[in-house]
């Protein structure tokens, strides 16, 4: 079956201006999270989203990051007037339960790499 | 607080050794997961193991092996004959039923094995 997706898989936008990174989970999945890596480095949790609600944001670093999963399933993270330390490949999972199930993996997308000039 | 700590940030290998990826971590939670994940150049994270923290029982799949030892809070990983396509970052991470449910990453490893 499909995996994680995200798009776009790379991303070079100009200091200030705003991007909209998109995540396609996995059907059904009712899990999602977003992670972001930075060079050399392991991924750092952002935020989470259980179906539409996003239960914890403490990851976000600062407030001109933002996400939604108005329906449940696609979300986006947008980060408003950009700055070079913004750079770094922003990474989506996906789980099947809410957590509940002591078994449940989180199923990650390629990434999209964010790069600020 | 969680923590992983990865201490081998790279690791160069000829094919066909074996190698071993260490991991420690530290929680205060009795109950945890661990996994270890695998990143290519293409950059995709790549599950490969969960462990739970009440099964000690270690673990050999094909090639891979893992050897899970809570008196020393590691959970390190061991590539048995090598191969170029290992060539990867990989990553150990932990989890808590409690609180935050996001995934705790160490560092990573790179493991570059030559032909």
């Known amino acids: 079956g499909a995996g994680v997706s995200q798009s776009p898989r790379y991303k070079v936008a100009k200091r200030g201006q705003d991007v909209a990174l998109r995540c396609d989970p996995i059907?059904?999945?009712?899990?999602l999270f977003w992670y972001q890596q930075a060079l050399g480095q392991g991924p750092e949790f952002l935020t989470y989203?259980?179906?539409?609600?996003?239960?914890?944001k403490s990851g976000l670093p600062s407030d001109r990051f933002f996400a939604e999963r108005p329906e449940g399933s696609v979300s986006t993270l947008k980060i408003q007037r950009t700055q070079q330390e913004d750079s770094a490949v922003y990474l989506c999972?996906?789980?099947?339960?809410?957590?509940?199930?002591?078994?449940?993996?989180?199923?990650f997308g390629p990434g999209t790499r964010l790069t600020v000039l | 607080a969680q923590k992983v700590t990865q201490a081998q940030t790279e690791i160069s290998v000829v094919e066909k050794e074996d190698v071993t990826l260490d991991c420690v971590y530290e929680?205060?939670?009795?109950?945890?997961?661990l996994f270890w994940y695998k990143q290519p150049p293409s950059g995709e994270l790549v599950f490969l193991i969960r462990r739970n923290s009440f099964d000690e029982q270690n673990e050999i799949s094909g090639r891979y092996s893992w050897n899970f030892q809570k008196s020393t809070s590691s959970f390190n990983f061991t590539i048995t004959a090598s191969q170029v396509v290992d060539s990867a970052v990989y990553f150990c991470?932990?989890?808590?039923?409690?609180?935050?449910?996001?995934?705790?990453f160490g560092s990573g490893t790179r493991l570059q094995v030559q032909p």
């Open positions: 989203f259980q179906n539409e609600a996003q239960l914890d």
């Open positions: 059907s059904g999945h009712v899990s």
């Open positions: 991470a932990l989890r808590t039923p409690t609180g935050r449910r996001a995934l705790t």
């Open positions: 929680t205060r939670d009795t109950t945890y997961y």
């Open positions: 999972a996906s789980r099947k339960t809410s957590g509940g199930a002591r078994t449940d993996t989180q199923y």
